[in-house]
């Protein structure tokens, strides 16, 4: 299982004692979560230079200018890969994307976080926001990753897989939960799994799909879910023009002007 295999790599790789980075504090809080509030769908477009599954998606040279594409066709925020290994991220390339004065919309820096010391990382990079996997850490640990972020000037987006899962973030202070539409055990996506799990989210909790959104349809399905917000990254990747893809997603109709798609 992917998921098992790249968080034992994390946790050995964090089970030294490397020095841990001094925090520089970014006047970022709640800009991420202000972001996905926005009224009708938001899209948080992903820079993701390549998966386990699929291989090489995106040259690392090309993640600004396909960054500057999504924030100019309608994407309301960027998440960058910051994990090497698996998916040919690093925090230098969150920073990047996320000091670029094209990119006008806050960056989600996404890692297999398993030890505060990557909080340090994400705030430094200039990101707005970290991603953390309840299933990858304890609870204990999970709240101590939530204070670091919010101490950090960070927004915590974290990710879930069942309602279990979602129980937890909720117990340990979440504000913004995504819940991942893939099957861990088959790898299988359902949306309509997903939109179960979002019920469990009470009112006041920003929510946000995860996997498996390619078309317009796809949108409106989680939209009718409930969900604030969404996580769309290889069905743009793939695209010929990143940002057509995504123009086209969030309007049917990749004819449309940009101004059409920011209304």
Same mark, same amino acid.
């Given at each position: 299982?992917?998921?098992?295999?790249?968080?034992?790599?994390?946790?050995?790789?964090?089970?030294?004692?490397?020095?841990?980075?001094?925090?520089?504090?970014?006047?970022?809080?709640?800009?991420?979560?202000?972001?996905?509030?926005?009224?009708?769908?938001?899209?948080?477009?992903?820079?993701?230079?390549?998966?386990?599954?699929?291989?090489?998606?995106?040259?690392?040279?090309?993640?600004?200018?396909?960054?500057?594409?999504?924030?100019?066709?309608?994407?309301?925020?960027?998440?960058?890969?910051?994990?090497?290994?698996?998916?040919?991220?690093?925090?230098?390339?969150?920073?990047?994307?996320?000091?670029?004065?094209?990119?006008?919309?806050?960056?989600?820096?996404?890692?297999?976080?398993?030890?505060?010391?990557?909080?340090?990382?994400?705030?430094?990079?200039?990101?707005?926001?970290?991603?953390?996997?309840?299933?990858?850490?304890?609870?204990?640990?999970?709240?101590?990753?939530?204070?670091?972020?919010?101490?950090?000037? #960070?927004?915590? #987006?974290?990710?879930?897989?069942?309602?279990?899962?979602?129980?937890?973030?909720?117990?340990?202070?979440?504000?913004?939960?995504?819940?991942?539409?893939?099957?861990?055990?088959?790898?299988?996506?359902?949306?309509?799994?997903?939109?179960?799990?979002?019920?469990?989210?009470?009112?006041?909790?920003?929510?946000?799909?995860?996997?498996?959104?390619?078309?317009?349809?796809?949108?409106?399905?989680?939209?009718?879910?409930?969900?604030?917000?969404? #996580?769309?990254?290889?069905?743009?990747?793939?695209?010929?023009?990143?940002?057509?893809?995504?123009?086209? #997603?969030?309007?049917?109709?990749?004819?449309?002007?940009?101004?059409?798609?920011?209304?």
């Amino acid at each position: 299982m992917y998921l098992d295999e790249i968080i034992a790599h994390k946790q050995r790789v964090w089970s030294g004692d490397p020095a841990s980075p001094t925090v520089t504090k970014r006047p970022n809080h709640g800009r991420f979560a202000a972001a996905v509030a926005l009224p009708g769908m938001s899209v948080i477009a992903e820079v993701k230079p390549a998966s386990p599954s699929k291989g090489q998606l995106l040259s690392t040279d090309d993640a600004v200018p396909v960054a500057r594409k999504y924030a100019a066709y309608g994407a309301r925020a960027v998440s960058v890969l910051a994990e090497d290994r698996f998916f040919g991220g690093s925090p230098e390339l969150v920073k990047r994307v996320s000091t670029d004065r094209g990119v006008d919309v806050p960056v989600l820096y996404k890692d297999f976080v398993v030890d505060p010391r990557q909080v340090s990382l994400a705030a430094n990079s200039g990101a707005a926001a970290l991603l953390i996997i309840v299933r990858a850490v304890d609870d204990e640990l999970l709240g101590e990753l939530l204070k670091d972020a919010a101490e950090a000037g #960070l927004d915590a #987006l974290v990710e879930t897989f069942s309602e279990q899962d979602v129980e937890r973030a909720l117990s340990a202070g979440a504000t913004i939960i995504g819940v991942n539409n893939r099957d861990l055990q088959d790898f299988s996506v359902d949306l309509d799994r997903g939109a179960r799990i979002r019920e469990s989210v009470p009112r006041g909790v920003l929510t946000v799909s995860e996997s498996g959104i390619g078309t317009a349809d796809d949108l409106r399905r989680v939209a009718e879910a409930g969900f604030d917000a969404c #996580l769309v990254g290889e069905s743009l990747l793939r695209a010929a023009d990143p940002g057509v893809a995504l123009r086209t #997603l969030l309007t049917g109709d990749p004819s449309r002007s940009q101004a059409g798609v920011a209304a």
